[in-house]
């Protein structure tokens, strides 16, 4: 069964480092989105992500994210001056595009664990 | 403010026994709304998606049901397994696609 696929499985970066996160959607997907679920909290959306654009974003993807399809087959999240706050497990999900974006199941990657010291 | 609360914030229920989850929600506007269970450490997975228009939908020992006119649903679970021990997050969904989600109900399955 295809799965959202995502690298590392945990992140150990120091506070102002840029960090990279990698999601490999399942291929026939067409959106693609970002959360973050700080421990013991619930999770937050982030950003969503169609047709090589960015569709929406939280107010707490501010200019220090960034997301990018470099290629086919990579969806990736940048934190370009990484905090001490942006301590979380990021999950990236995709979701077809045939039945309106807000009836199409979302399918979570296993998450990247971030940690800044 | 657009929110998600669910209740209770835990339980414990014995291998065998039935127990509901219960999820009331203030977001608007609204398109559907998703129940995902999430265990420890990995991301959710999907277990239903209901519409305005649904009032109830199964999905193995899974039944939810929903209550549009007063903004609230729920999740049964019957007959428990060890394997239920999840957070179960009650989610909606803007028509635009983005998700609300809410806080999640920590189930302990005991033997």
């Known amino acids: 069964e295809p799965e959202v696929t995502q690298t590392p499985s945990h992140q150990v970066t120091q506070m102002g480092q840029e960090v990279i996160l990698r999601c490999v959607p399942i291929s026939n997907h067409l959106y693609f989105y970002w959360y973050r679920q700080i421990l013991g909290q619930k999770v937050e959306f982030l950003v969503s992500f169609y047709n090589n654009e960015i569709s929406e974003k939280s107010e707490i993807f501010d200019d220090q994210f960034s997301v990018e399809r470099p290629d086919g087959s990579n969806f990736t999240l940048k934190i370009r001056s990484t905090k001490l706050e942006d301590s979380a497990m990021y999950f990236c999900?995709?979701?077809?595009?045939?039945?309106?974006?807000?009836?199409?199941?979302?399918?979570f990657g296993p998450g990247t664990r971030l940690t800044v010291l | 403010k657009n929110q998600v609360e669910q209740s209770p914030q835990s339980l414990i229920i014995l291998e065998g026994k039935n127990c509901t989850l219960q999820?009331?929600?203030?977001?608007?506007?609204?398109?559907?709304l998703r129940w995902y269970k999430q265990d420890t450490g990995r991301g959710p997975v999907s277990l239903t998606i209901?519409?305005?228009?649904?009032n109830t939908k199964s999905n193995g020992r899974y039944t939810a049901t929903l209550d549009a006119d007063t903004k609230q649903s729920s999740l049964h679970i019957t007959a428990s397994q060890l394997s239920d021990s999840a957070s179960y997050i009650c989610?909606?969904?803007?028509?635009?696609?983005?998700?609300?989600f809410g806080a999640g109900t920590q189930v302990v399955v005991t033997p």
């Open positions: 209901m519409t305005f228009s649904e």
């Open positions: 989610v909606v969904s803007y028509p635009w696609g983005k998700l609300q």
């Open positions: 999900a995709s979701s077809e595009a045939t039945s309106g974006i807000s009836y199409n199941e979302q399918f």
């Open positions: 999820c009331n929600y203030t977001v608007s506007p609204f398109s559907n």
